[in-house]
């Protein structure tokens, strides 16, 4: 098992607004700085238009993690949407929490466009915490589901 | 997919910023040969694809394969977006048809693995090809732009812009803190590396600034609000009481000259000298009304006094007098706002605030000024002693990982500058600590030379500390400098009568929140964020606000001038369009499907979703609307599409993302 994990290789969709965070992405790039070649990013206006449909159809294409990236709280271009996208992670979270998928697999990153270092960072922080996690495994059908999560379904 | 497009793939080299690491060749056959079903019909890879070669080459595609679709492998689509799309428009294709994918700032550049960054170059590539098939033809919006102009900031760098857009013809208000304009220039004496009087040359443009018919100036104000897109921005002035009635009063000074109360000016005089409670800060002062200083004056302290309004000979006093809240409509916005000096407090070890006769450079340009608080007699803090000995230190605060890393282009210069000053006026032996003598702007150099046959002695080493502890014979009374002298290796204690510190600039304390309310961003240092580097350094990402002088970055005059003039420039082209084509990226709400739920009524940030109550459904308003996407990711109907960003692009693209894993355990099944 050990030996498949250190070979597996994740594959990441991330979603960042047009202003700070794909800047962020672009400021790494300009600068040069190193990070995982695991993700790869759709640009949105904003991480307000974030539909969770979104996540839901990443995870189910395949990805095996999810990042979400906006703006810093109270630097939204739009002024207070990246507030909604922080509302809908959480949400997100739950929901695949009583998918069955671990919640570690979704991340939310504010950055600036002047953070191109801690975008960098961060996402090799979080490849590496999702290689930890493994492959994305759908639980099959009649497969028994582990007990913090039925403790959450019916509590 | 009812009608098959045709799709052609573009994979540039970018020289070999992409072809270095990405394998651009295989890219582009693979395209070819894995996207026919997506519709790729033809897949190519150029040297630079944003040349008007390669630009060419995608036109010729066009028309000969009947393209309706194009997707363009390359750099950041901030960078070249436009370009691409407007080839595409060159060749008769709607430029929203057109797809930039990333593949140098988000490949090349930030991966070393060259097999890794060239199968994520063809995920990207298939991704942006799947969403390319659900991009709908969009024409641009267009807006008129208002004629008139914001200029934040009256220093050297907004008076330049604002004296340009006015002799234009248009509109420019002016916003500036302070009581008067002039911003730091207003307080120095000489300018390197020419010497020449700085009130000389700046104050002729201070009064025309204050004449002239096309600037209406607004000093002792700030924004308050600012609302609106590039063409169309509605901004609230706080304009504050100046206790003065501008209509009345003529500058005459007898309120200033009669007022008992002394305050420390610690802004114009740098705390060297004081004003009075009603005061301007210096006899040029543009506009030429004074000021009551209300924290200080004993009448709103203490209830009585009065002694300015009994001597106004126009009753021109108003102690009644309220904060004024003025709105204007502006198209474009310049902020200058400068910058603060560093506070040399912070590095302890050099004494300042501690030690009487350590000084500050702002300190040092009020004491040479003629116009100052010893009318231009360099002493010592007793207001007497002419030193015999001073000692200036460079790049303090600057270069310095503890502090700011960045160079603050200028110390090493006003350093020079006033080892010049101190040795015309009192022959005093001058010893300059510097890093490196930075001296890059046409006559810079010359004037470095001049001061070396001056006589001047520059010792090479960063100064460690300024204490008063004696240890050697001599040293009684004096301040010593310690300092590695690194080009003999020597450790050295030079005992000196004055020290200068030659801070450096930092952004200003309320940059970052300037910069939020104008919606654009600083960069870790703090200073405002240019649009690009090199190519686009006054304009910002946000469409209509420009930015000039020393909000951007430490400089010079001359550099400061030039950006004033840039950003004006700039402006002006937009103006004389009178209209500015807008990214029609917008939401609309399909009557049919919205249920009335008024869900999205409240997301909007903007307020530019209404709700019909005699039909019960919301409607978008476009001129209002944009773009955030908000509402469509919140509609439960899915009755909100928004234009280049819609639901069928992004799932689409996410498809083709995933069509391919990275040495991935597992097959994808493709969708
Ligand atoms: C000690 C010293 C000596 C120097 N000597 C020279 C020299 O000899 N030659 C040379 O070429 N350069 C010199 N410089 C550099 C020079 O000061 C700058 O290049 C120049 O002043 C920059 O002008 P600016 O208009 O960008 O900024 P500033 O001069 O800082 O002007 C900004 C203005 O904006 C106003 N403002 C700030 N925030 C707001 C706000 N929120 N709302 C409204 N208004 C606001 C401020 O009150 C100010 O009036 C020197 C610098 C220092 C520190
Ligand atoms: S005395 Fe009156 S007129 Fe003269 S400067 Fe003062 S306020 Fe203005
Ligand atoms: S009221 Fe008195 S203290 Fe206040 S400004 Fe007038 S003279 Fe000065
Ligand atoms: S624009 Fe970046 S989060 Fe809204």
Known sequence: MTEETKSFEPTIIGFTCNWCSYRAADMAGTARMKYAPNVRLIRL??????????????????????????????????????????????LMKRVLTQLGIEPGRLKLLWASAAEGAIFASEITKFVEEVRALGPLNWPQPGEQVSTPIMEEVTA | MEKKEKIGVYVCHCGTNIAGVVNVGEVSTWA??????????????????????????????????????????????????????????????????????????????????????????????????????????????????????????????????????????????????????????????????????????????????????????????????????????????????????????????????KCPKKVVDNVFEAGMGNRKAIYVPFPQAVPKYPVIDRENCTFYIKGTCKACEKFCPTEAINFAQEDEI?????????????????????????????????????????????????????????????????????????????????????????????????????????????????????????????????????????????????????????????????????????????????????????????????????SADGWLIERHPKLDPVATVTEGIYIAGCVQGPKDIPASVAQGAAAAARILGKIMQKEIALEPIRASIKEEQCSGCRICNNVCPFNAILFHEDKMVSEVNPALCQGCGTCVAACPAGAISGTGFSNQQILSQIEGLMLLNIKSHKETVPA
Request: hydrophobic residues 35%; charged residues 20%; proline residues 4%.
């Open chain 2, 32 to 257: 070819a040969e894995n996207l026919k079903d997506q519709g790729v019909v033809v897949s190519r890879d150029y040297k630079f694809m944003c040349s008007s070669l390669g630009q060419e080459l995608i036109q010729k595609d066009i028309k000969e394969y009947g393209l309706t679709r194009v997707v363009v492998a390359a750099c950041s689509p901030h960078l070249h977006e436009a370009t691409f799309r407007n080839a595409c428009k060159g060749a008769d294709l709607n430029p929203y048809l057109c797809e930039l994918v990333s593949i140098r700032e988000q490949a090349s550049w930030v991966h070393t693995d060259k097999v890794a960054a060239t199968e994520k170059s063809k995920a990207l590539i298939s991704g942006g090809v799947s969403r390319v098939v659900y991009n709908e033809p969009l024409e641009p919006l267009y807006v008129p732009i208002h004629p008139a102009t914001l200029v934040v900031g009256g220093g050297i760098s907004g008076i330049q812009a604002a004296l340009e857009i006015a002799d234009a013809g248009y509109r420019v208000y002016l916003v500036e803190r302070e009581p008067s304009i002039g911003g730091h220039m207003a307080q120095f004496d000489k300018t390197f590396p020419t010497l020449d009087c700085s009130a000389c040359i700046l104050t002729p443009r201070m009064v025309q600034v204050g004449s002239h018919p096309n600037i209406t100036l607004l000093t002792y104000s700030e924004i308050e609000k600012v609302e609106g897109y590039v063409g169309n921005f509605t901004v609230s002035i706080r304009k504050r009481a100046r206790s003065v009635d501008e209509a009345t009063c003529t500058g005459c000074g007898i309120c200033w000259e």
């Open chain 1, 45 to 90: 206006m904003c991480s307000g238009r974030l539909d969770p449909t979104f996540v839901f159809k990443a995870f189910a294409s395949g990805a095996d993690a999810v990042l979400i990236s906006g703006c810093h709280p109270g630097d939204c271009h739009y002024i207070s949407q990246n507030y909604k996208a922080l509302r809908r992670f959480h």
């Open chain 2, 326 to 522: 003025i709105n204007v409509e502006v198209g474009n916005v310049i902020l200058a706002t400068g910058y603060d000096p560093f506070d040399a407090r912070r590095i302890t070890q050099y004494g300042y605030g501690r030690l009487a006769n350590v000084f500050t450079s702002l300190e040092f340009e009020r004491l040479s000024n003629a116009a100052g608080p010893t009318g231009g007699n360099i002493v010592l803090r007793d207001g007497k002693t002419v030193p015999k000995v001073v000692g200036i230190v460079h790049c303090v605060g600057s270069r310095d990982k503890n502090y700011n890393e960045y160079c603050s282009a200028i110390c090493c210069m006003q350093s020079l500058k006033f080892a010049h000053l101190v040795h015309e006026r009192t022959g005093a032996e001058i010893y300059n600590f510097y890093i490196d003598i930075r001296a890059p702007g046409k006559g810079y150099e010359e004037f470095y030379h001049r001061l070396l046959d001056e006589g001047t002695h520059f010792v090479r080493g960063k100064v460690a500390e300024i204490s008063d502890a004696v240890r050697l014979p001599g040293e009684e009374g004096k301040l010593i400098i310690q300092v590695e002298d690194t080009l003999t290796g020597n450790q050295l204690r030079v005992p000196v009568d004055m020290a200068i510190l030659s801070a450096g600039l930092e952004p200003r304390r309320d940059a970052k929140a300037v910069a939020k309310q104008f919606g654009i961003s600083c």
